[in-house]
């Protein structure tokens, strides 16, 4: 779920107004794109990028090793079922407010044809000075810089602000993976652990997660085996419980998904937790230690 | 969407070919005297789209027109969790034998439907879980397929269900098809009761609609109860936007659910008590200019953060909003920017600009000021 250069990334839906800009900004930094999907415009090129009338076709005539969907949510699931089915390797799904159902036929339709899903409900996946995929703020130097740490985040509003304080700090990113903020995801934080863990390029990982569901203590579990530093902040500590606070993952109900029970089993597992976003690079500097330190900053 | 009971029977279950009770909706006690006259010894039943009904005093037996009549008026205007009983379902009594548990329901975990029997039937069904664990049978659903018969009768096997089992087993069916067909994210029956007569029917049931298929099950959400909300709550339902009127002071508009959960957990973090829950994240970003009139509304707003991270949500889109709002509303009260991500060069220049104040580098700082100038 790292993304890189070489792999090829077809856009659904990339004629779209979001599609369109996005694309451009994909592009523009260095993104390989070399499709789009448009079953009514097959033929045509738009922003440059030669489109297909599906994911099957554009496979098959250009390959396809991503596909990331700018798609409406009552059409979501069906443009999901057919990237899995063209044999797509990673699926990208931005869109929120999928009908629950849908989300369970696409995991189902990627489990059976071998598709990781990231999402759905992401802001996608930034490899920072390579590539980026999704809607996040790749360009814009103050956020990303290439570096050694992984960053995991289920909002990308909030990973936004974690990779501009690093940035802050001196501290590159090797990877920001966005996982979503539904209740329903295909890659969840340990996943992403896991990749962040056996990549060579990163040194230590930043775990930013929220209130709700139980994918932070699956994480810790994780992290117990794990040498590399980690650091967590987790959204939510002042959220009233049983109210949805606006991502539809993100609900605290009875004990479930508590922020005392995530910081808790986190510390446990030897993850440094930090209250407020801006503590992050300090306790990372921290944690790295002072030749990592170096490595961290010199990039 | 939470539906209350009678809702989920008449739209759910009945159209399913589930058998229930004969009962009528009513809304005053002489209604319910009405009522009962024509149904007989009833149970008079609040509705109100949350549990706990019974323990509230909300579900009461009737022997007689005039007793219905007396328990109604009893009932009607009581307060059951955050709601006021307006309507009352008025149903025949049945006698019953044996109480289940059905429910059809998300496993987020498995990411499959997930049917749960239990012959714990009646109560609450964390208790069931919570006590006897293993009097819940489970069995999880290919999205892709209904389910088959022989894991229906695997479900059922052993729990001495002598003539009721074939009936039941139709109902799990029945009910699975009705949670697909009608976008269900639960639909629960507690409890399915064999009577005395040898019918197996449902006596209450809880159906909550997954709120992301209101559009394609548009008969659906007129029917349903939307949450208790407040005025202020109300208005920003109306504008698209998911607020959350909180007790405290200091105001909060920020970007996307995890920005502005944060914003809230600084401003705790600093001593302070957030306002509000507000998020224009996605595609709502482009709704700056009405959720600074929403914030500010709040009467107990004493300060304003206002914390933006473009990502998706371009921060010069945003400002620019808020910059239109501000020209109208003159806010009374301090405000404080952090401004960064997409569009930060633009958004900043037109703060500055525009409105003659100085965002803050750091978040912190800016909530950090926002709490100090709320005291």
């Not at chain 1, 922020?259 to 300090?282: F, H, N």
């Not at chain 2, 809702?7 to 058998?19: D, R």
């Not at chain 2, 479900?155 to 009705?178: F, W």
Request: charged letters at 20%; a neutral charge.
């Amino acid at each position: 779920m790292i993304v890189r250069k070489k792999d090829k990334v077809v856009v659904l839906g990339i004629t779209g107004k979001q599609g369109t800009f996005w694309t451009e900004k994909m592009i523009a930094y260095g993104t390989n794109v070399v499709a789009g999907i448009n079953p009514k415009r097959a033929g045509e090129t738009h922003v440059g990028v030669p489109i297909f009338a599906s994911t099957a076709e554009a496979a098959k005539a250009v390959g396809a090793d991503v596909a990331v969907g700018f798609i409406p949510p009552p059409m979501a699931k069906d443009a999901a079922v057919s990237a899995a089915e063209a044999g797509v390797k990673l699926l990208v799904v931005l869109t929120e407010h999928i009908p629950a159902q849908d989300v369970m036929a696409m995991h189902a339709a990627a489990a059976k044809h071998g598709t990781r899903i990231v999402g759905p409900n992401t802001a996608g996946l930034v490899t920072p000075g390579e590539c980026f995929v999704g809607i996040m703020p790749a360009f814009v130097p103050s956020v990303f810089k290439p570096g050694r740490v992984g960053v995991i985040s289920r909002s990308g509003s909030l990973g936004t602000l974690i990779c501009l304080n690093l940035t802050r700090a001196g501290i590159g990113q090797s990877a920001f993976i966005g996982i979503g903020g539904d209740p329903m995801l295909g890659t969840t934080t340990r996943d992403a652990l896991e990749a962040l863990d056996k990549d060579a390029g990163t040194d230590a990982v930043v775990i930013v997660g929220e209130i709700g569901g139980g994918m932070e203590e699956a994480a810790a579990e994780y992290a117990r085996t794990m040498k590399k530093p980690m650091v967590a902040f987790i959204a939510g500590a002042a959220a009233p419980p049983g109210k949805k606070m606006g991502h539809a993952g993100a609900i605290v109900t009875g004990s479930t998904g508590s922020y005392a029970g995530k910081r808790k089993a986190l510390e446990a597992a030897g993850v440094v937790v930090v209250d407020t976003p801006s503590q992050i690079a300090t306790a990372l500097a921290a944690g790295l230690g002072a030749a990592g330190r170096q490595r961290a900053v010199s990039q | 969407m939470n539906f209350e009971e009678h809702a989920a029977k008449s739209l759910i279950l009945a159209p399913a070919g589930i058998p229930v009770p004969r009962g009528m909706l009513v809304a005053s006690a002489a209604e319910a005297a009405k009522a009962a006259k024509e149904i007989g010894p009833c149970v008079v039943k609040a509705q109100v789209p949350t549990g706990k009904r019974g323990k509230a005093g909300g579900i009461k037996l009737a022997g007689t027109p005039a007793e219905a009549e007396q328990v109604a008026g009893k009932i009607l205007g009581m307060t059951i969790g955050d709601y006021t009983v307006e309507r009352l379902l008025i149903e025949e009594q049945a006698k019953i034998v044996r109480e289940f548990y059905l429910a059809v329901l998300h496993d987020t975990g498995a990411k499959k439907p997930l049917i749960l029997f239990s012959t714990e039937g009646g109560m609450d069904i964390e208790e069931v879980a919570a006590e006897k664990p293993d009097a819940i049978r489970r069995l999880l659903v290919d999205i892709d397929n209904v389910p088959r018969g022989r894991d229906i009768a695997a479900l059922l096997k052993g729990l001495d269900l002598g003539a009721a089992e074939q009936q039941i087993a139709q109902i799990v069916d029945n009910l699975y098809r009705a949670f697909r067909t009608r976008d269900a994210e639960l639909l629960e029956i507690n409890p399915l009761a064999l009577l005395g007569d040898g019918r197996v029917v449902a006596l209450d049931c809880k159906f909550v609609l997954d709120d992301a298929s209101t559009f394609r099950q548009p008969d659906l959400a007129p029917a349903g109860s939307p949450p208790a909300m407040t005025d202020l709550e109300r208005r920003g339902a109306e504008a698209g936007l998911k607020l959350i009127q909180l007790d405290g002071n200091v105001g909060v508009l920020a970007n996307g659910a995890g920005l502005t959960m944060t914003t809230m957990d600084v401003i705790r973090h600093f001593g302070g008590k957030p306002a509000n829950f507000l998020e224009i994240g996605g595609e709502a970003y482009t709704k700056s200019e009405i959720a600074l009139d929403l914030v500010l509304s709040n009467p107990g707003v004493k300060s304003l953060v206002i914390n933006f991270c473009g990502a998706f949500a371009r921060t010069d889109v945003m400002a620019d909003g808020v910059v239109k709002a501000w020209h109208k509303l003159k806010p009374k009260v301090p405000v404080f920017f952090s401004i960064h991500g997409t569009g930060e060069v633009e958004a900043v220049k037109l703060v500055k600009e525009q409105l003659g104040i100085e965002p803050y580098d750091f978040m912190e700082d800016a909530v950090q000021a926002a709490v100090k100038a709320a005291q």
